[in-house]
């Protein structure tokens, strides 16, 4: 997903993520579909900011934002993994390509037991 902005928009509160099998489908892009939405409590979601001064494939790209979420709730919808964007008032200050990276820990541990 690309999408460009103009300067001077106002970047978005925050951002929910979910997570779905790889054979979900959904009918509405519009609504969030309740359907196939992964609930996990073992689960976390990590989202990284990096800012690319130049073209997509710049080398020098610089983490500007990094959190690890646990899912939530809000509207009776569970398993949404919320990131507030609102407290950070200078991430998205300098031209350039924003890339957004996503990724799941999974939080589960296993004993060890010792002979």
């Known amino acids: 997903f690309e999408k ?6 106002n970047h978005p509160r925050e951002i929910i993520a ?13 609504l969030l579909d309740k359907r196939y939405i992964v609930k996990d409590d073992d689960l976390e979601m990590a989202m990284e900011i990096y800012h690319l001064p ?3 494939d710049h080398p020098r790209a610089k983490l ?8 939530s709730s809000c ?9 507030q964007l609102s407290e950070e008032t200078s ?11 996503f990724s799941v820990v999974s939080m589960i541990t296993f004993p060890v037991e010792r002979a």
């Open 4 to 9: 460009v902005i103009a300067a001077g928009y």
């Open 75 to 83: 509207n009776s919808i569970n398993g949404l993994y919320i990131f």
């Open 91 to 101: 991430m998205f200050t300098k031209s350039g390509v924003y890339s957004f990276i």
């Open 18 to 30: 979910v997570i779905r099998p790889q054979n979900a489908t959904t009918c509405s892009t519009s």
């Open 54 to 56: 130049g073209s997509k």
């Open 64 to 71: 500007i934002y990094k959190k690890l979420k646990k899912p």
